[in-house]
């Protein structure tokens, strides 16, 4: 289990926080900003600042990740999604409907910010936080290659989340029947 906690949690995260800063960087960087003003959490004219700082802080994150220090990735990544969880849920209960941007334009479609954005926030902060128990590798191949594999697939549905809360969720608005 301990190169299962080595491995899987800095593959999920570095892709997932790779790809979260490289698809706002690339392009969508105005909608990001836009979806940061759109929060009401800090003032409009800091927007674009809070908004960088977020993409730089997902880039050291990654970067932390794929370096002896990962350590320090992960613990930073628990923090940061511990961050957007709350952000999520503050969304939520002042009820705004601010789209996710979390993953470039292509994610804006989707639900808006809520629930299952926390929920996913703190599951990931928790294999952050569970990674950190992680034992140093060992020469066991196979099992950190079945780790890695999984990582992998567990970050291609993260990244497709708001496709996955389309499919199975409830529009906006609906209620379950009494």
């Not at 190169?3 to 909608?31: N, T």
């Not at 629930?115 to 902060?125: C, E, G, I, Q």
């Amino acid at each position: 289990m301990g190169d299962f906690l080595r491995v899987f949690p800095p593959v999920l995260l570095v892709v997932v926080f790779a790809a979260s800063s490289l698809a706002k960087v690339a392009g969508a960087f105005p909608g990001f900003e836009g979806s940061v003003r759109a929060l009401r959490l800090v003032p409009a004219r800091w927007a674009r600042a809070v908004a960088a700082g977020v993409i730089g802080v997902e880039i050291v994150v990654a970067g932390l990740l794929v370096t002896p220090w990962y350590t320090g990735g992960l613990a930073l990544a628990a923090g940061v999604l511990a961050v957007f969880a709350v952000v999520a849920m503050v969304t939520r209960r002042r009820g705004l409907a601010v789209p996710c941007t979390c993953f470039g334009p292509g994610t804006a479609g989707g639900p808006p910010l809520g629930t299952p954005h926390a929920v996913r926030n703190a599951l990931l902060a928790g294999v952050a936080i569970a990674g950190l128990f992680g034992r140093p590798a060992t020469d066991d191949w196979a099992g950190a290659g079945v780790a890695g594999v999984a990582a992998l697939v567990c970050a291609a549905l993260v990244l497709r989340f708001e496709d996955i809360v389309a499919l199975f969720g409830r529009p906006p608005g609906a209620r379950r029947a009494p």
